[in-house]
């Protein structure tokens, strides 16, 4: 069935560096991809989003591109700051976008000062 | 934007009782919600889908009997959880489906520990 993996956290990162959790997938079809962000004490928010082979998401710095010879859909921002600190979740739905995500294990990342 | 509001947002209980967690759309209306289930480290899982004013669609392996899902009105879906057992502690979060503008919102869920 489909799935999405991510990198095992926690990652721990200086302010300023940078960033990037990978997530890769398997999946029948063309899914779209997703990466929510969860911080403390708040439910899920769409960071960004690609439906389609090759398209970029991007939001608040943050950027991910949707590969799919290999099947990958990597979180990658250039500068991290301390307010970036959160958990990040990798998700996938069918194609038609039922609101049925499959998500990742969730990766948390810790910014220090 | 879109909000939807979850409670309780920790609960704790004693092994066959109930517990019941609410999700409501606050600013708009959510004719579909989503129920999710987190164990420690691992994936949310959906668990049901509820459509207001009709019975819940339960993923496979998910007992219905259990996890009972009422969405009764636009704005707001219930799961409760019936005769509670430790197995069943975990992190609950509902997720409602904005047609308007054809979005998902979560609510910032629930932690469930059973004694």
């Known amino acids: 069935g489909d799935s999405v993996t991510q990198m095992e956290g926690p990652v721990t990162l200086s302010e300023e560096a940078f960033l990037t959790i990978n997530c890769t997938y398997t999946?029948?079809?063309?899914?779209?991809l997703f990466w929510y962000v969860q911080y403390p004490g708040e439910g899920l928010q769409l960071l960004l989003k690609?439906?389609?082979?090759?398209d970029k998401g991007s939001n608040k710095g943050f950027e991910a591109t949707y590969r799919k010879e290999t099947t990958s859909f990597h979180l990658e921002k250039g500068s991290v700051q301390v307010s970036d600190s959160a958990v990040y979740f990798c998700?996938?739905?069918?194609?038609?976008?039922?609101?049925?995500?499959?998500f990742g294990q969730g990766t948390t990342l810790q910014v220090k000062p | 934007g879109a909000v939807v509001s979850q409670h309780p947002s920790w609960v704790i209980c004693k092994s066959g009782t109930s517990v019941k967690i609410e999700c409501r759309s606050l600013d708009f209306q959510a004719t579909t919600m989503f129920w999710y289930r987190q164990f420690p480290k691992q994936s949310l899982m959906l668990m049901a889908t509820s459509n207001e004013g009709s019975k819940a669609t339960y993923e496979q392996g998910v007992e219905k009997d259990k996890f009972l899902i009422n969405h009764a009105s636009l704005t707001l879906s219930t799961l409760t959880v019936t005769s509670a057992h430790p197995e069943d502690s975990s992190f609950y979060i509902c997720?409602?489906?904005?047609?308007?503008?054809?979005?998902?919102?979560f609510g910032s869920g629930t932690r469930l520990t059973v004694v």
């Open positions: 997720s409602a489906e904005d047609r308007i503008t054809n979005g998902y919102t």
């Open positions: 999946a029948t079809g063309y899914p779209s």
């Open positions: 998700a996938l739905t069918r194609s038609g976008n039922t609101g049925k995500l499959i």
């Open positions: 690609a439906t389609k082979a090759d």
